[in-house]
Structures are given as C-alpha cells and as structure tokens.
C-alpha cells in the first residue's frame, strides 16, 4: 500500500489533525493482542546500521510485543547470534550466510512493503527508555531507492534520543533531556550530508507518554512534541546528487521505522561515553501511530492522484 496525496504548501500545522482538510489514513493503536502483521515487519539483523551499534534485532516476542494497549519493544543484555548483514546487503556480499555475536537483543519494526507515504502527518505517542547508551528511534526511508543508496534517495528522522537522563552538565537540570530531528540527503556515502536541530525537553524523564510528530511537506518539514515545534527545514534546505528537482529526494514514498538501538557512534560518544550495562531490560514504548493526510483518502498511484514525482 503506497499512500500519496500532495498537501497544500506553506500550509502550517493545525492544532488538531482532524481541522483544516486533514484525515487519518494509517493507524495501530495496538489494541489487539498480538502485533498486525499486515501492519509490520521485522528486521532480523546483527550489522549495526551501519555505526557499530552493538545490537541484533530480533522477531521474537522477547523484543517486541502487545502489552496493555502499547506496543513494547524490549533491549535486553543476552548474547545473541544473528545474520551479520541485513537482508538487503547480502546479495552483494562474498559471505552472505555470515552471522555475527552480539551482546544486546532488540527489535526494529517497519511498514516497508506494507505501507509507505509521500507528504503527511506523522504521529507517534511514544515513551522513551533512559540511560548510557540507550538509543530509539522513530523515522522513515525510502521504499524504493529512486535516487540512488543512502542517502542519496534521503533518510527523515521523526525523532532519536540517546543518553537520556545522564549526566550532561549542557542541560537542564544536569542530565540528558535533548531530542533530536534530522533529514539525511546528497549523495550515496561518504558523499552524504544531514541537517538537523536539537531541543532540551525535561518531560521526556516524566515517565509518561509523549506526541513525537512530523508535518512533511513538499516545500518544508516541520518536527514537533506534543504540539512544540524543535526543528523545521525548509526547501533549499536538501538535496540529492541524482536529481535537480527541488523537492528531491523527498518526493517519493518513505516507510516508518520503529526501533531500540543499543550503542552506536552517537550514543557512545556523547554523555558518560560508550554502553552503560545496569538497568537491563530497557523498554521503549508505542501507545499508537497515526498518519494523517490532506485530502482525504488512502490513494496509490495505481489508484488515482499519486504525488508529483519523477528524477
């Protein structure tokens, strides 16, 4: 299912989704007792995204799973043995049937072939784990690689946290509280660029639940917590070695990815430095998603009105 509608631009960001034009187009409220998996998939991989992240991701239940209306996914502190490479690299690999050990479990959900948009809104209620290492994320690639590799066809981050409640004597309150929001764009790697911005938001070590949301149009995003804009590109902003047009790479339909890394560059070289290992399990937690368009309907291309797109 690829939804498509081109949103008004310039528009700004309604206080309520269902004002202005907007409808809800995709949804998990993850009422059910089991994850839908018409819904979501699972990456079952060791290869660390590609910035030593010190994970495998998992399908099982022991990672991610429905509990009391939320889904759960679930870091644990295991030794675990799994494909060295994700599915997509393996094909090009002299040793595709490599597997690799790790020292973390933990799962990455996405709607890749299931689900993917061009231009929306994008919400998440979301509760976020803490401590040394730590790493969620809630954010979108391309379901086809129509400019090239990554990030030539872009990456948008909703949101990434890393560290949360550490010390950090930068923030409020003297511990980690920043939430970050990213697009990834140029040319293939090492060629890639990123612009992104960071916000101090104290409520994050609440222990509640918190709105993580991104209006994506075609000539700007704008990245927002329960209703706070903290980041905002606009075009000229990005761009892609594959294609003059303005609005490329971020005129194609993005999936949604749902996932708990453990370690990695980032984490690793901010806060306290490197993993923090008491604590485990660490939970991240989803009360829902909900993807809202202006126009109305769930329409592809093979159905009526896709969005503009072309190189």
Request: proline share 7%; aromatic share 10%.
């Amino acid at each position: 299912m690829v939804i498509a509608l081109a949103l008004e631009a310039g528009q700004a960001p309604p206080a309520k989704p269902e004002q202005h034009g907007w409808a809800l187009v995709w949804s998990d409220e993850f009422d059910g007792k089991t994850l839908d998996p018409a819904k979501w998939g699972f990456d079952v991989d060791c290869w660390g995204g590609g910035n030593d992240e010190r994970q495998c991701y998992t399908a099982s239940a022991r990672n991610a799973t429905i509990e009391n209306g939320s889904l759960v996914i679930t870091a644990r502190r295991e030794e675990v043995r799994g494909p060295a490479l994700p599915q997509r690299m393996r094909k090009q690999s002299p040793s595709p049937a490599a597997d690799v050990t790790r020292e973390f479990s933990s799962a990455r959900l996405t709607t890749r072939g299931k689900a993917s948009w061009t231009y929306g809104r994008i919400e998440v209620r979301a509760r976020l784990p803490q401590g040394q290492g730590t790493w969620p994320a809630i954010w979108m690639l391309p379901e086809e690689d129509i400019y090239g590799g990554w990030a030539a066809s872009g990456e948008i981050d909703i949101l990434e946290a890393v560290n949360l409640g550490v010390t950090c004597d930068a923030c409020p309150g003297g511990r980690e509280t920043r939430i970050l929001g990213t697009l990834h764009f140029g040319g293939e790697w090492p060629g890639n660029k990123h612009k992104g911005d960071e916000m101090a938001f104290p409520d994050v070590l609440d222990g509640d639940f918190h709105t993580y949301a991104l209006f994506w149009y075609p000539d700007r995003m704008v990245w927002q917590v329960d209703g706070r804009t903290f980041a905002e590109r606009r075009l000229g902003e990005w761009s892609t070695t594959a294609s003059d047009r303005p609005t490329a790479p971020f005129d194609q339909p993005f999936h949604l990815i749902l996932n708990l890394a453990i370690g990695g560059r980032l984490a690793e070289s901010r806060g306290l430095g490197g993993v923090g290992l008491g604590g485990y399990p660490k939970r991240m937690e989803i009360d829902w998603v909900r993807v809202w368009q202006i126009g109305g309907t769930d329409v592809s291309p093979a159905t009526g009105q896709p969005a503009e797109r072309g190189k």
